[in-house]
């Protein structure tokens, strides 16, 4: 169980960085695409859970609770969300994510 926890959170957070790498240049989503794509992200996470079921779907959904959501519709880019509901396991979502810039680092004068 404690394993599974761990695997949720990391997918759970990989969805949220990509959410907020995508906020440059942002189409404006409605809150159905958000809530949409809060539900994939739950059958994506729940493919390959073999036991307690029921505990897990419970821990996702709690962990995409209405901040997710909201986070969502203030932010992500229709282009991302498109993406992410076609993505048909966690490969395919971690595709959806842009690259981060690397950062600027300070010359000496």
Known sequence: ????HV?????????LASLTACWSESVEVSRKDCERLRDHLVEL?????TADHDQHLIAIRSSLDEDFVT?????ARASYIEC???????DGLGACA????????????
């Open 84 to 90: 992410a509901l076609a993505a048909a396991d966690s």
């Open 1 to 4: 169980m404690r394993f599974a």
């Open 45 to 49: 996470r729940m493919q390959s859970v």
């Open 7 to 15: 695997s949720t959170a990391f997918l759970l957070a990989g969805a």
């Open 98 to 109: 842009e690259p981060t810039p690397p950062p600027t680092t300070a010359t000496a004068p």
């Open 71 to 75: 986070t969502c519709v203030d932010g």
